[in-house]
């Protein structure tokens, strides 16, 4: 599967982005996603995850409460809505998927977008 990620950009603190994850391929509700970010100089980190169903997420606490994601199967497309955000929440946001549920760890995602900038000012 091919992800390609949209929707980063420049946003102050306090607003709001929603990034979409557009896969090709016509198994993409088998595959559970993941959104991850990366900011410079630091690990890529776990955002959260949706079952392939879209009946399920997980989220880390840094983010809980603020971000949410969902999934359209329809349109081969799992989004990640960002509300609230904060300075700290700056980095590359990507977005990941796996037949198999995999845990928070990023190396054990199989597949991957390219990233999308996420800056916010404060």
């Known amino acids: 599967v091919q992800l390609v990620e949209s929707g980063g950009g420049w946003v102050q603190a306090g607003g709001s982005l929603r990034l979409s994850c557009a896969a090709s391929?016509?198994?993409?509700?088998?595959?559970?996603m993941a959104w991850f970010r990366q900011a410079p100089g630091k690990e890529r980190e776990f955002v959260g995850r949706i079952y392939w169903s879209g009946g399920i997420t997980d989220y880390a606490d840094s983010v809980k409460g603020r971000f949410t994601i969902s999934r359209d199967n329809a349109k081969n497309t799992v989004y990640l809505q960002m509300n609230s955000l904060k300075p700290e929440d700056t980095a590359v946001y990507y977005c990941a998927a796996d037949y198999i549920l995999q845990d928070r760890r990023f190396m054990n995602w199989r597949y991957w977008g390219q990233g999308t900038q996420v800056t916010v000012s404060s």
């Open positions: 391929g016509r198994t993409f509700s088998s595959y559970h």
